[in-house]
């Protein structure tokens, strides 16, 4: 039985988990991460990439923090991941338009929202923002510009992450299922795996993403109500979009990547851990696209596919120490934003880690047992 000590084990290797572990390994310590299937192929290979603008300093619930921070990390990360490795995340500044039909725009909530938190937007400097777009629109719409709206290509940010973790001594383990976790007091002393691997970690961080509810409370000794959100998305052939913005319209979107791709997204489904795309779901992103964009009116999409949100119902994600067990960490539940979260994330759980604190967040904002409490905890499935 192959047996491994590590500094700190981390058990998922998605976007959270590679992140954690490519800058635990900058730290100096010793870093491995398993999966039960393939790094970076859960939610985080799945989603749209978008990365919202904020501002870490003025953002006044934990999430806003998160955001900002995010929106802030990512021009670094893309730069470091770029030099580490030679792949570019496609990480670009590409401006993002919220479009409203309702005749009213967006809500004075929201309006005041950006303006306290310093967000750049120009309502109605929509349409001259971006002169490419042949939308469909009516004399009811109106919309808001984010010129500092940004995006992140999912699968060759993943890539990125887990050769750069890779090349800074971090070992990734796919296909390994836990099967038992061994305690000494209050201590996590071994993790053994399906396969019979035995890894003997210091410190051990969950980062399990929408499977964490299914076995926490038995594993974890928390129950974190984790459930996944199934997102389905298609992809279009569509050079006419090599210019355009982010759109952005309730919770539908359209991303161009800048290459004649385009993709659209998303449902919110509760689905189990089905992560197939369904008939239903499909026709639903097609009218959307259809109705925004009149030269995909006969165009069929190229591919679709879908992935699991990590959904946690009390609105903000689990990060932090577990109770009742002195050397284990989780970082999950970060339902539509684990992209856009993720650096700053990441950042949290290697402070925590590794004994220090950060000046731009309260380390206690996420605690998986007693957050401080904050204006956000509204449910954010409606
Ligand atoms: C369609 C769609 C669109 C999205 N768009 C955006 C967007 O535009 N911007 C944004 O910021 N976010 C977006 N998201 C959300 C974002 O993708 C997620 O919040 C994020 O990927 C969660 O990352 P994660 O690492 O927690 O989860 P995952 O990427 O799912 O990784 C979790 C990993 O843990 C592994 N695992 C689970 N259980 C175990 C176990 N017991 N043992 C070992 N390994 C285990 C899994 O195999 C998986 O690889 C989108 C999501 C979807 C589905």
Not at 130 to 137: A, C, E, H, V
Not at 334 to 363: D, Y
Request: aromatic share 10%; with cysteine; charged share 20%.
């Amino acid at each position: 039985m192959p047996e491994t000590v590590v500094d700190v084990l981390v058990v998922g290797g998605g976007v959270i988990g590679l992140t954690s572990a490519w800058f635990l390994s900058q730290k100096g310590l010793k870093v491995a991460v398993l999966d039960k299937g393939q790094p970076g192929m859960g939610a985080s290979w799945a989603g749209a990439g978008i990365i919202p603008p904020g501002n870490f300093s003025k953002g006044i619930t934990p999430n806003d923090k998160l955001r900002g921070r995010g929106a802030y990390l990512h021009p670094f990360l893309h730069q470091e991941l770029l030099e580490k490795t030679g792949q570019d995340n496609g990480y670009r500044v590409c401006g993002g338009l919220e479009f409203f039909f309702d005749g009213r725009g967006p809500s004075r909530d929201r309006i005041d929202g950006w303006e306290k938190e310093g967000v750049n937007f120009q309502i109605n400097g929509s349409i001259g923002c971006s002169p490419y777009i042949n939308l469909n629109l009516t004399t009811n719409s109106s919309a808001v510009c984010f010129p500092s709206m940004a995006q992140v290509r999912n699968p060759r940010h993943l890539r990125a992450l887990n050769n750069a973790a890779n090349l800074s001594g971090v070992a990734i383990y796919p296909q390994r299922t836990i099967s038992k976790l061994v305690n000494n007091g209050d201590r996590i002393i071994s993790i053994l795996t399906e396969n019979g691997d035995k890894f003997h970690p210091e410190k051990v961080l969950f980062a399990t993403g929408a499977w964490t509810g299914l076995w926490d409370p038995v594993l974890l000794g928390l129950d974190t109500k984790i459930q996944p959100v199934r997102g389905q998305m298609i992809q279009f052939d569509c050079p006419e979009s090599i210019n355009w913005p982010i759109i952005e319209v309730g919770k539908r979107y359209m991303v161009p990547r800048g290459d004649g791709v385009l993709l659209v997204g998303s449902t919110e489904e509760l689905a189990g851990f089905d992560s197939n795309t369904t008939p239903e779901g499909l026709d639903e992103l097609l009218a959307f696209t259809r109705s925004m964009v009149p030269c995909l009116a006969n165009r069929p999409p190229e591919k679709s596919w879908a992935g699991l949100r990590p959904w946690s119902p009390r609105g903000i994600p689990f990060i932090g120490p577990l109770p009742g067990c002195s050397n284990a960490f989780i970082n999950a539940g970060h339902f539509r934003w684990g992209l856009q979260f993720s650096p700053a994330a990441a950042e949290i759980s290697t402070a925590q880690i590794v004994g220090q604190s950060l000046n731009w967040i309260n380390m206690k904002s996420f605690d998986p047992v007693n957050p401080p409490p904050f204006e956000e905890s509204i449910l954010f499935m409606s």
